[in-house]
């Protein structure tokens, strides 16, 4: 059953974390990418300490190709994602969050989105250009199951 607005229900049962700190520059950095890759989507990983649903903290942001080149969906380029996923094992860390940019839609993840949340301990951040200032949006995505993140957006320098 979809909501008033067209989106999934959103489950009662929160898996956590409920909120999240994300330092200042690295959503300027997923900012800056979604514009320099407007109309297609762009996408990217927040790499962590530890995957957000166990407390961990964003590090760095590192941006990827969107083998789609697609204004309409993302695919995060397989040799991208077999580097980065060595990388962040070597250095002992972790995915915090799968990101990728709406360029005409809302940052909420579509039915779309859903089929390719493959990573239930990382967020899913969404960017929305759809509006002439960007919009975020941080999601837990477990079982086809949508839970809204707060973000909270921590000033340049600051944790």
């Not at 301990?121 to 993140?149: K, M, N, T, W």
Request: aromatic share 6%; glycine share 8%.
């Amino acid at each position: 059953m979809a909501s008033a607005g067209g989106e999934p229900p959103v489950s009662a049962a929160h898996p956590g974390p409920a909120s999240v700190r994300i330092p200042a520059e690295i959503v300027e950095a997923i900012v800056r990418q979604a514009r320099a890759e407007d109309p297609n989507e762009a996408c990217g990983l927040v790499i962590g300490d530890r995957p957000a649903a166990e407390d961990g903290q964003p590090l760095r942001y590192v941006p990827t190709r969107n083998k789609a080149a697609s204004p309409y969906r993302y695919e995060i380029h397989p040799d991208d994602l077999l580097r980065l996923t060595i990388e962040t094992d070597d250095a002992d860390e972790a995915f915090w969050a799968i990101v990728h940019s709406h360029v005409r839609s809302a940052a909420y993840p579509s039915p779309t989105d859903l089929g390719l949340a493959f990573y239930p301990d990382a967020l899913y951040l969404l960017v929305s250009l759809e509006h002439e200032e960007p919009a975020l949006g941080a999601f837990r995505i477990v079982g086809g199951e949508i839970h809204p993140v707060e973000l909270i957006v921590a000033a340049p320098g600051g944790r």
